[in-house]
Every structure is written in C-alpha cells, then in structure tokens.
C-alpha cells in the first residue's frame, strides 16, 4: 500500500498514513517519507507503539543519530541518542528538562553541529494541552522583500546558551557545565538546506544579537524576522497524543512547547535528534550595548 500524507495546516505539517513504522519499513517507503518531509516540513505518524531501540532504529534509516553529548544530563538512561523530555522528577531531582522549549527555536542551534531534524515521541501527556507550535522557516524567508533578502543574506545570528528557555530553573552546576560546552556560536541567518536546496531563515528567540552589530541594533530586526516567521498563518499547532511520532525538520522550521497544562500532570516525551553538518565558529560573549 502507497503512503498516504494529509495536510494539517496551509503553511506546514502533514500526517503520514499507511505504513508501520515499527515494523519492517522498505527503502522505497523510507524515502517516500523523507519526500513528504521535504514538502511538509513537519510530518506527523499516529498510534505508534514502540521500544527505544526501535525509535532509534526508525529515526537512523534517515542519518546518523547525535550523541547529544551537548546536553548530557537530559539523556534517557542507558541511551545517548534519546533525549527525555519529561516534567517527571529524575533521580528524585526535578526534570532539567521540564520547561524545556518554551520560546520560538530550533533544535541545537546554540551547537557546532545544529541538528538536521528531531523525531519527538510522546508517551505520556495531560488531559489537555501540551501543545507544541511549528512555523515554516522557508516560507518566512521567500515572504520577504528582496532588499530584506539582501540584508538577512549577509548576517551571523549568534545563538546564546543564556537565552535557552527556562535556564534560571536549572541546577546552576550543570546550567555552568552547559555553557562551558555551549559557548556564544554564530551561524548564517540564511541557511542553504543542505538535502533539498531550499533557502530558510535561521533566527530565533534564542538568537542574541548578530555578528558584529551591537545588540540594540539587532534586537529590532530579530524581534521582526520571529514575529514575521510565527505569525499565526505560517504555523501548525499539534495537539499531542500518546502515541504520537512528530518530526521536524530543524533546517526549515522553528517550534515552541506552549506549557499550556496543568503541571502536576505528567508530560513524557522522547527525542532522537539526526544529527547535522558542522557549522558556526565561536564568538566572544558579548555584554548589553
Ligand atoms: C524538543 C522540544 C517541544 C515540546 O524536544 O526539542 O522543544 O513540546 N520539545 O516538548
Ligand atoms: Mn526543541
């Protein structure tokens, strides 16, 4: 049977039906997906029932999985290529990982190696809410004007470790490791996709300032690219299932965990993380000015 992919919103994101992706999955359907991945950004497969080991295989048939030896302390035990994002207390200490993604970013850009895309797997979630936001990044690039094209073309966006959402939460021990590991890192504010060719902004709430403009400078213009990349039409908002596999595509799309649910009920989550090309070089921190 042929896969079939629906539309979940105008800008980005389809469901991908007719296929087991925990049983054997062909070549040909594998890339048949990463066809669909492609066009939607964000793609969407229901009722998956499946061990660690078979979403790391899963997630591996597309590129080799990260380490994420970046953030070593929100690894799931035993497995270092799945991240646990979870609001469950670990090792009787809260979750590090319990607000995890609650501004506008992309996955590993404050990295050398900003992630290619991420395989999100829920396995526990609240009776409502705990919705995740996805906005189309290529489409947010191709809406502006030339002349903006020509400026955002030869800017850096510096991606600051400080500014990953709810760090004041964090054990201020390991908060000291992760930035030690995760110096200020600058990219291209226009990056090239490196499978599929297509042109997207890279900028984020996570983004301090660009290189070489002082941060009053920046702060207007990266304020405009995120309010222009998540205006409502340009996102989709997924409302999480159990049993749910949401994969973005790091390279054309931004995301944002609402935190919209009741906290004293748990969200469980997993990540595989398909590791990306090298990039950026390492910037002094920079002060406010
Ligand atoms: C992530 C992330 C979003 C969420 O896993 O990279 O940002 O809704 N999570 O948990
Ligand atoms: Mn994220």
Not at 173 to 181: F, P, T
């Amino acid at each position: 049977m042929a896969i079939e992919e629906i539309p979940l919103a105008h800008a980005l994101g389809a469901e991908i039906r007719g296929v087991d992706i925990a049983g054997t999955v062909s070549d040909a359907d594998i890339d048949a997906i990463r066809k669909a991945w492609h066009q939607a950004h964000v793609i969407v497969f229901r009722d998956v029932a499946w061990t660690p080991d078979q979403h790391c295989a899963f997630s591996r048939r597309f590129r080799d999985l990260d380490d994420h030896a970046a953030t070593p302390h929100d690894r799931l035990d035993g497995y270092p290529e799945l991240l646990e994002v979870t609001n469950k207390p670990k090792n009787n200490q809260p979750s590090q990982t319990r607000n995890a993604g609650r501004n506008w970013h992309s996955d590993y850009s404050y990295t050398n190696r900003p992630a290619a895309s991420s395989m999100l797997y829920c396995t526990e979630k609240p009776p409502v809410g705990g919705d995740t936001m996805f906005c189309n990044m290529a489409r947010a690039y191709d809406d502006l004007s030339d002349k903006m094209k020509d400026i955002v073309a030869g800017l850096q966006s510096v991606y600051d470790f400080n500014l990953v959402s709810g760090t004041a939460k964090r054990d201020p021990v390991k908060m000291a490791e992760l930035l030690k590991l995760n110096p200020p890192i600058a990219h291209p504010c226009v990056r090239t996709h490196d499978e599929s060719g297509v042109k997207a902004l890279y900028v984020s709430e996570r983004t301090s300032h660009f290189d070489g403009m002082t941060r009053a400078e920046s702060v207007p213009l990266i304020q405009f690219l995120c309010a222009h990349a998540t205006r409502p039409e340009n996102v989709y908002r997924h409302q999480w299932r159990v049993g749910d596999l949401v994969c973005w595509d790091n390279r054309t799309t931004m995301h944002l965990a609402l935190g919209d649910f009741d906290s004293s009920y748990p969200r469980h989550m997993l990540r595989t993380t398909l590791r990306g090309e090298k990039s950026g070089y390492v910037v002094p921190p920079q002060g406010v000015g």
